[in-house]
């Protein structure tokens, strides 16, 4: 009789550990998720300066992608525009921004973003700035394809679309879609729409 109190008594305390601790758990996982928030939040604060409603001045242009990331292309009375990734160094900073890469490719022409990852594709054509020397004395990148990770600022070059799309996947982009540069731009211009928009610019 006693054995078997003894055992249900465990059972219960067993079964109330499980309980507290999944309860628990649960409280942990929404505690988190509201710290998280609040930093994107914070982020999203920081970066309210126009970031994601300033389409450039009046000697460039810029594309918003996810704050501090965009794309700028100089000279915006040219027709042809060359764009480059760039992160904005700091919202009280008259410079333009750093670029993410030193790229030898003339331009980014298409880019996408799942999420909180930013892909692009860069022309086949080289710059016409720069020569081999040039090329190979500054290290320029020759690589056709980018991912930034926003979420730990990790940036990948990748040559090969195989490679490309594998990365992709890995980070949990199944679908990527890429859009040309110039027709986002435009779209930006004239409607104000974006691929990403932080919760309160929505």
């Known amino acids: 009789m006693m054995k078997q109190l003894?055992?249900?008594?465990?059972?219960?305390?067993?079964?109330?550990t499980i309980v507290l601790s999944v309860c628990s758990c649960r409280r942990i996982a929404n505690k988190?998720?509201?710290?998280?928030?609040?930093?994107?939040?914070?982020?999203d604060?920081?970066?309210?300066?126009?970031?994601?409603?300033n389409p450039g001045g009046w000697d460039y242009i810029r594309l918003p992608l996810i704050a501090p990331y965009q794309l700028l292309s100089l000279d915006n009375i040219l027709t042809e525009r060359f764009w480059v990734l760039v992160i904005e160094n700091d919202v009280n900073d008259t410079d333009l921004g750093t670029n993410v890469v030193q790229s030898a490719r003339k331009t980014v022409e298409t880019v996408g973003i799942?999420?909180?990852?930013?892909?692009?594709?860069?022309?086949?054509?080289?710059?016409?700035?720069?020569?081999?020397?040039?090329?190979?004395?500054?290290?320029?990148?020759?690589?056709?394809f980018i991912i930034v990770?926003?979420?730990?600022?990790?940036?990948?070059?990748?040559e090969e679309e195989d490679e490309f799309r594998n990365a992709l996947e890995h980070l949990g982009v199944h679908e990527p879609v890429m859009y040309q540069v110039d027709s986002v731009y435009n779209d930006f211009l004239k409607n104000k729409k974006l691929l990403f928009y932080p919760a309160e610019n929505k």
């Open 149 to 158: 990770d926003t979420r730990c600022d990790s940036v990948m070059l990748i």
């Open 32 to 43: 988190v998720y509201e710290i998280k928030e609040c930093i994107l939040s914070g982020i």
């Open 114 to 144: 799942t999420d909180s990852v930013i892909y692009c594709r860069y022309s086949k054509e080289l710059s016409p700035d720069y020569n081999d020397l040039a090329i190979e004395k500054f290290e320029l990148a020759m690589e056709r």
């Open 45 to 53: 604060e920081i970066f309210d300066n126009g970031f994601y409603t």
């Open 6 to 16: 003894y055992k249900t008594t465990g059972s219960i305390i067993i079964l109330t």
